[in-house]
């Protein structure tokens, strides 16, 4: 019922707006153009205004420490995800039993340490009580 409703006055509005239009258009061509062209300036002045205050406000939120780290992150992530795998040479083995190598632990740049509080007082953690 609502959105009958709803679309029965739009339509109502939307017929009473090409009335407007059309009888103005017949009665007077040139006030039509002048009102055309004012609401096409309102609007863009409007438009300006709106993205100079949206660019004030987002040019400090770039610069926030918050960004940064967003940016630090960002970073770590492509190095992560986009770096080529590096191709590998397999070496010839000359004897019959060969031991598998052991590879490096490469210190990962996206985990950090975090210290806590080792020497707290010990009798009020509430785990043990």
Excluded at 47 to 65: E, K, M
Excluded at 82 to 110: D, E, F, H, W
Aim: glycine content about 8%.
């Amino acid at each position: 019922m609502g959105r009958n409703f709803t679309s029965i006055i739009v339509a109502f509005i939307a017929g009473l707006a090409i009335i407007g239009f059309v009888t103005m258009l017949i009665k007077n061509p040139g006030g039509l153009i002048i009102s055309l062209l004012m609401m096409i300036g309102i609007a863009f002045l409007i438009f300006i205004v709106l993205r100079a205050v949206l660019n004030r406000r987002g040019s400090g939120a770039r610069n926030s420490d918050e960004m940064k780290k967003y940016r630090k992150a960002v970073k770590r992530s492509n190095q992560k995800y986009n770096t080529q795998p590096k191709k590998i040479k397999k070496r010839k083995s000359t004897g019959p039993s060969s031991r598998p190598l052991k590879s490096k632990r490469k210190s990962v740049p996206y985990l950090k340490v975090i210290d806590g509080k080792k020497s707290a007082n010990k009798e009020n953690d509430r785990a043990s009580n």
